[in-house]
């Protein structure tokens, strides 16, 4: 699964990742990569039901073996988006 989690998309960005099969989603709660500390060593796991404007658990585990799950959003806006990201992007 490829993914981008990032604190906000553009549309038209967001509307490109979809058409190319990646997954976007967005910090939610005044998270970020900064208040998370995150350093990019972490190993991602996404988990949960993917439905349009859903919520999805990243779970992140650091280096050091600690793990840590945080609430995202996936930033699929529509049914459409989901059957775009589902089929694996458009050709």
């Known amino acids: 699964m490829e993914v981008i989690v990032a604190e906000g998309f553009e549309r038209i960005h967001r509307t490109n990742l979809v058409g ?3 997954l976007p989603l967005q910090f939610i709660n ?3 990569r900064h208040t ?3 350093d990019g060593t972490e190993i991602y796991v996404v ?4 439905s349009a404007r859903c919520t999805l658990d990243l779970i992140i585990e650091r280096k050091n073996g ?3 799950s945080v609430p995202v ?6 049914d459409s988006d989901v059957r775009t990201y589902k089929a694996g992007g458009r050709a």
């Open 20 to 22: 190319m099969g990646v």
């Open 30 to 32: 005044g998270q970020n």
């Open 36 to 38: 998370l500390k995150l």
């Open 47 to 50: 988990q949960g039901e993917i």
């Open 66 to 68: 600690d793990v840590e």
């Open 73 to 78: 959003l996936c930033r699929l806006d529509s």
